[in-house]
């Protein structure tokens, strides 16, 4: 458990080969994928910068009453190689102000969360289901996140990572659920294996509230285990 926020630094070096995707480009067609048709599908391409026309293609997107209270749209930050992706719900204040995912309180716990897995940031991708914060942050609106989420699933077809960790259950229920139909519960639903398109998603609970609810970061680093267990990646002997 302590490993959770204690992982030394060192335990980072050498695992660049780990998470390097070595998979052969996907073939999983993602439905409602925006990339269709578009300059960001060129297989020529780099991922990155695959990921960066994407960008660049909604730079000025008001599809949806987000775009009228954002500061800046946060698309994303990461390693557009990496295997190893964590999708969250939407920007807060700090996200929204700086333009990236997962920089203010619940953020630096998401760090920790990954350092604990003995990955630095670098190393894997950070996106959220809604790309512009929500008011007060609240929590996104069904037709909100239905018009965002074609950027999340072109991120994920492009980026093709062998795990998609959901944070939270917004994250989990706009990703699996996007009409709506069945309510997924986190509790429920947490460290067991998920499908998207042939994806393996792992849910587990959203860094604010285990700010909120401390004493339920046992079970999310159980749950982070089962994903380095399965990307191969040591697990101390100590938090097993
Ligand atoms: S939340 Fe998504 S769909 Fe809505 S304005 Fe922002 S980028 Fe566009």
Known sequence: MSSFFNNPA??????????KQDKKESSINIENNIVENTAVNDNNLSKQERLD??????????????????????FGSGNAETRLMFIGEGPG?????????????SGQLLTKMINAMGLSRQQVYIANIVKCRPPANRDPLMEE???CIGYLRSQIQIINPEII?????????????????????ISKLRGTWQDFYGYKVLP????AYLLRNPSKKREAWQDLQ?????????VPKSSE
């Open 226 to 234: 089962v994903v380095m267990k399965e990307l191969g990646l040591e």
């Open 53 to 74: 026309r994407l960008k660049a293609s909604f730079a000025e997107c008001n599809k949806c009453g987000l775009a009228s209270t954002r500061t800046n749209i946060v």
């Open 165 to 185: 960790v959901c944070l939270g259950s917004i994250s989990l229920n706009f990703l699996l659920q996007p009409e709506g139909k069945v309510k997924l519960g």
């Open 145 to 147: 996140a239905q018009a």
């Open 204 to 207: 587990t609970f959203h860094p």
């Open 10 to 19: 060192s335990s980072l070096l050498g695992i660049d080969d780990i998470m």
């Open 93 to 105: 204040a700090d996200e929204d102000a700086q333009g990236l995912p997962f920089v203010g309180r």
